[in-house]
């Protein structure tokens, strides 16, 4: 599964001690050795298992000698049967000799344009990982998720699991300039978006907000220096209830009352009403669906 497994580059430097990405955190901490290589089209039962031998084209991560090493793995429709696979395996070591594999192999057949581009995307995520941990390296980590979304293809689909991974569990790096940008590379990149990217990236969107966009844009409309940028700030808010409804609660209407009982800016007030009442017909319309009885099947 390409959520599960993203290969990178062989390179001399250690890896940083803690990761910056999703494909850090879940391919590299856990596997020793990531090749492109062609598993055969035999297969052997071994005892709960199937092995199959992987003839290795290149390294791209770790070491070995081996022009040809064993894998096995227990789920029988990973790889096509009776079929030789062309793929980015991430591999651990086995005490008892070979390799088991770290989520799905990439499929990577050279008729395949995108192989190119797999391969690439991983390269420039192995080598961020290299990098010194800091917020230089956290600034080149949103820098290439930018340039991925505008890219398209399978560059843009592992972005936005990579935006997932930001808005569940790195929300502090998320700024309003950040998320402007990843909210125009979409806008260039559209036409080269699959249904599915443009579905994850939304749903990315919308955590990126409740992670802390929308909080941020609170605080600019309570204490930005001048009545533009609170004004801006409020009518960028309910641009983005309109179109991630879902990433606003009752505490947000409740919040956005309060702040306007505070403001003597008429302006700024209109739109605060505005914003309150977009939000309480938006969770009121929620609590509806949940209420509503079920279809039986």
Known sequence: MIRALLIGLLLCAPLAAA?????????????????????????????????VEVTVQQVLYGETEQREVSLYYTDNKMLK??????????????????????GKPISAPESEPESATKQSVC????????????????????ALLVRHVRQGGFAAQNAAVELMFVAQHRGGIVTEERFTQVQDARGFGEKALTTQTKGDLKLAFQGLIEAGVKTLKFRRIRRADTKEERRNAATELLALVEEYPRAFTEADAKLTKAIADESQDAVLNETLTELEKAIILEVRVREGAEKAPKPQD
């Open 19 to 51: 990761y910056e990405s999703n494909f850090g955190r879940v391919t590299l901490a856990n596997c020793d050795l990531i090749v492109q290589g062609v598993a055969s089209a035999r297969r052997t039962r071994v005892a709960a298992s199937f092995r």
């Open 81 to 102: 049967e009776n079929e030789s696979v062309r793929a980015l395996f991430a591999l651990k070591s086995m005490a008892t000799g070979g390799f088991s594999i770290v």
């Open 123 to 142: 390269e420039a995520f192995v080598a961020l990982e290299r990098e010194a941990e800091g917020e230089e390296r956290t600034s080149n980590f949103w």
